[in-house]
């Protein structure tokens, strides 16, 4: 543990080194200042990027039903066939183990952080038999009295990597069209998830958090190389909003985005639109699907992302003396 002297020592050097930097080349004062600041804060460091790589990555969009367990099984079904035909990064639906409903989620929820998930269990197995990295969409979670709309991440020995707990919850009032109010039973999660994983730098959204450009451009500085949301967009949203949206993150952000979403469901109260789709740096549908069961595969080329950048230089042309995103979660 270094003594206060240390620390002082090192601040001491880091100015030095920021002062000079300002005297002798004024453009790499704010990447310095940023690092001393990262460093300072005591957060995780992300790994260097590796170098660009072509990754086959499946959008399983799947038939969710009331049957826990047999939505578990159509999981790992989806999960084998993807793996098989060469996928390398596997993405589930929204609430893919439960009927989408506030009556369901606490009836459905699991204790993930108690080892207490079957369902996370299961994940955990078929990503490791499968050997792929997966985003298994979403379940809820049961956590010291609350409720959580919660994304498990996964690396290719079963490994959880991570957890994301939907941040922006989906209460919404169209009169005529749909109400629904996640706040009913859901609690917010406490903020964004990057994961380095084989497969590369993922940021993960679920559903709502598609409508917020700022946790989008968060996930962009931080070096995301794909945007992840399962999301289960509505029948009257969804046709107008879904794919418009992933095009803006994709667009504004020069990033990859993938969507997944549960199939439609005639006996369900809820309706899925559906339209799992992968999409572009430039905005550009990669792959994209109706709303009946169905694998979305795409091949994402990670070399498209500084070609793109370097074509049209949006990060270098950002008025910094006029606006700012303060990222009050960064590492």
Request: charged share 20%; glycine share 6%.
């Amino acid at each position: 543990m270094p003594t206060s002297s240390t620390v002082k020592i090192a601040g001491a050097s880091a100015l030095a080194a920021a002062m000079l930097a300002a005297v002798s080349r004024p453009r790499a004062v704010g990447r310095l200042v940023r690092g001393i600041v990262t460093r300072a804060a005591g957060g995780p460091v992300y790994t260097p990027l590796p170098p660009p790589q072509k990754v086959k990555v499946a959008l399983c969009q799947l038939h969710v039903t009331a049957d826990k367990e047999q939505n578990l099984k159509t999981a790992r079904k989806a999960i084998e066939d993807a793996a098989a035909a060469g996928a390398k990064l596997v993405v589930l639906p929204e609430m893919f183990n439960c009927p989408y409903s506030n009556d369901s989620f606490p009836t459905y929820a699991e204790d993930i952080e108690g080892g207490a998930s079957g369902s996370v269990a299961a994940l955990s197995a078929a990503a490791a038999a499968a050997r792929v990295t997966l985003v298994a969409g979403s379940i809820p979670e049961r956590c010291q009295g609350k409720l959580y709309n919660t994304c498990c991440v996964f690396d290719t020995s079963g490994k959880l990597l991570a957890k994301h707990r939907k941040v922006h919850l989906f209460d919404i009032d169209i009169p005529g069209k749909i109400t629904f109010k996640e706040s009913l039973t859901l609690s917010p999660g406490p903020g964004p998830t990057v994961v380095d994983t084989e497969a590369g730098r993922l940021g993960i959204g679920i559903c709502y958090d598609i409508r917020f450009p700022e946790l989008a451009q968060i996930y962009a500085a931080r070096g995301c190389q794909v945007l992840i949301y399962p999301g289960a967009f509505n029948m009257t949203t969804g046709p107008v909003h879904w794919e418009l949206l992933a095009k803006a993150r994709a667009v504004d952000n020069q990033v990859f985005v993938l969507t997944c979403s549960p199939a439609r469901n005639p006996d369900s109260s809820y309706q899925a639109w559906g339209h799992s789709t992968a999409v572009g740096p430039f905005a550009e549908v990669l792959a994209t699907t109706e709303h009946s069961p169905a694998t979305v595969t795409a091949e994402l080329d990670y070399s498209q992302l500084p070609e793109r950048r370097a074509a049209m230089p949006l990060r270098q042309q950002k008025r910094h003396d006029l606006y700012l995103l303060l990222d009050k979660t960064a590492p």
